[in-house]
């Protein structure tokens, strides 16, 4: 982060009914970041927004805004006119879609042509143009978030906060309304916070991302580094390294790791000590199955298993394996029945090296082995 | 029958000789009803917002308090507020009783938790997260207020032609608190009660007649209000 911060956070604290729901230690946003924050829910996602927002005072802790505290509801009051947020249910007045983003505007003191000028570009980005005369109770879900998103950005906010904005559309409606928001953001260069649960939806468009659980973050970096090196199994698995291996260390050379799990050898790329207990996580759809080992192939490792259980998911199949340890994997219908996939059907996954992350090592030769 | 009908063309009659009287007393039960409706608006939507806006111990006693207003029998309002307005009475010095104030008065203590309580709940029924929504948008409280307002105005109208039809029809507070004084406290109602007491049912039906009408165009000219610029 080279730019100076635009929002940020300090030992933030937020207590709801004489409880702690939300402690934040640190949190920074440069100019035109997308934050995702996922988590479970009741992890103090939106509990984090609402006081971004400025519509939570915390119990303790500060949050700057270009440096400047928001410590009285005078300050929070102004700093409200500079950020806006979009909620799960689009939240529309009743009228039509032109008076919403209207009315918006208007609580701006943005009125006459300007108005009028500023409601057609912003129905025109999100392609709700033709339907700005149509009654806002008269939408589709999709519809209507389109409209709550372009009610939102027609202010120009210089934060946008987003609280599971497509969780409530089905998911090609999601996935066109995703696409056309992560173009608007790039275009008009806004930063924002996305909170969601889904990890595919965080990896489409934002540039870091945090992950919260029990009203704390976790862990917090750029998109990659949060994605590809996880630093806690829970992390692993919501960022969908869903197959985690406790190994031990039997040889390192070169940056390249021997690791023994449930009986088997494989090969990580990473640093660790001889004899050392690691954790590796591996994703699904770095996992290819085939009925032998292939001799001509670069991954690295070519393990033999058995198919344990095949799982409908969405277009695909999740196939769970069991290779001495679990492993997991997604497969086409194609190829779950041209390699007869079933349950007790002996198979051999291979994953690369690189595909093998390593989540966390023990301390320099442990006794007590990962679990 | 031929009751009903001698009644009905005596009140077209009197309505299309502007008797002074009958005019007078429709003024009246127009202008106190109309007052005791404003007083209660101001008073119960203020409270409705109030509540609904904020969160305090003892909440849940005070909307089952206003729910329970909504109810109060006009002759028991108009029996408290006759002894309190009675010449020794804690507000006797107002020398009120008796006069069409006394009757405002007694009419806005029944229209007030009327529009409060239905008030309320239009109020309630909004979605919780809509005020954070408006406040994110940059509003101010009473820019929110505003737009919460005019988001349940549907219901909150009709909460305004509730405490209206219950005053405008009301006869035991307007009574007891007006005494049904000719020419300053008598009230279409009041004159009904009268005059069918009298065996004048021909003008009882007349009053009673203009009383209809009168409900139904204010209640017209609200539904107006309430159904304008809804888009389809």
Not at chain 1, 8 to 28: C, I, P
Not at chain 1, 288 to 316: H, M, Y
Request: aromatic fraction near 4%; charge should be neutral; proline fraction near 5%.
């Amino acid at each position: 982060m080279s730019a100076a911060p635009l929002l940020e956070v300090q030992d933030l604290l937020v207590r709801r009914g004489g409880a702690t729901v939300l402690e934040v230690a640190s949190l920074a946003l440069a100019p035109g970041d997308v934050l995702a924050l996922i988590g479970p829910n009741g992890a103090g996602k939106s509990t984090l927004l609402l006081t971004l927002a400025a519509l939570l005072a915390p119990a303790a802790g500060t949050v700057r805004f270009q440096g400047e505290a928001l410590d009285s509801e005078r300050r929070r009051q102004a700093f409200r006119r500079r950020v806006t947020m979009v909620f799960q249910e689009p939240l529309l007045f009743d009228t039509t879609v032109g008076g919403n983003i209207a009315t918006g505007l208007g609580l701006h003191g943005v009125t006459g042509a300007e108005c009028t000028r500023r409601v057609q570009e912003a129905a025109e980005r999100f392609g709700i143009a033709h339907l700005l005369d149509r009654s806002a109770r008269r939408l589709s879900g999709g519809e209507g978030q389109r409209t709550a998103l372009a009610r939102a950005l027609a202010l120009r906010p210089e934060l946008l906060l987003l609280d599971e904005p497509f969780s409530a559309l089905d998911p090609p409606t999601r996935s066109g309304l995703m696409d056309d928001l992560g173009r608007i953001l790039g275009d008009t260069g806004t930063t924002a916070v996305l909170a969601t649960h889904d990890q595919a939806e965080a990896a489409r468009l934002a540039t870091r991302l945090a992950v919260l659980k029990d009203g704390r973050i976790l862990q917090e970096g750029g998109l990659r580094q949060v994605m590809n090196h996880p630093g806690d199994p829970f992390v692993a698995t919501f960022v969908g390294m869903e197959s985690l291996l406790p190994c031990r260390v039997i040889a390192a050379t070169e940056g390249l790791l021997t690791l023994a799990v449930g009986g088997q050898e494989i090969i990580a790329v990473g640093e660790a000590e001889l004899g050392q207990g690691v954790l590796v996580g591996i994703r699904p759809e770095h996992v290819t199955l085939s009925l032998q080992i292939d001799k001509t192939s670069s991954a690295r490792n070519q393990v033999p298993g058995t198919v344990t259980k095949v799982i409908p998911w969405g277009p695909f199949h999740r196939v769970e394996l069991s290779c001495g340890f679990d492993l997991c994997t997604w497969v086409t219908p194609q190829s779950l029945s041209e390699l007869a996939l079933a349950p007790g059907r002996p198979v051999v996954a291979a994953f690369k090296a690189t595909a093998v992350h390593v989540i966390r090592t023990d301390s320099q030769g442990g006794p007590e082995p990962l679990g | 029958m031929d009751l009903i009908w001698e009644g009905l063309r005596q009140a077209l009659a009197l309505l299309l000789a502007l008797d002074p009287e009958v005019l007078g007393i429709t003024l009246l039960s127009l202008k106190v009803s109309g007052l005791a409706t404003l007083i209660s608006v101001v008073l119960g939507l203020g409270a409705a917002v109030a509540v609904a806006l904020n969160e305090f111990p003892g909440k849940r006693v005070v909307i089952a308090l206003m729910n329970t207003g909504m109810g109060l029998p006009p002759v028991v309002v108009g029996l408290f507020v006759t002894v309190l307005l009675w010449r020794n009475g804690p507000f006797g010095f107002l020398g009120i009783l008796y006069t069409p104030a006394a009757i405002i008065l007694a009419q806005a203590v029944i229209a007030t938790p009327i529009i409060a309580g239905l008030g309320l709940a239009a109020l309630q029924h909004l979605p919780p997260a809509l005020r954070l929504q408006i406040l994110s948008l940059g509003a101010t409280r009473s820019q929110m207020i505003w737009l919460l307002l005019k988001e349940a105005r549907l219901p909150l109208l009709a909460a305004v032609m509730a405490g209206f039809g219950g005053v405008i029809s009301e006869v035991g507070a307007s009574i007891m608190v007006g005494g049904n004084l000719k020419g300053s406290t008598r009230v279409l109602t009041t004159a009904t009660v009268m005059e069918t007491s009298r065996g004048n049912f021909e003008v009882a039906f007349a009053l009673s007649f203009i009383l209809l009408v009168l409900a139904f165009s204010v209640n017209a000219l609200l539904t107006h209000l309430q159904q304008r610029g809804r888009p389809r």
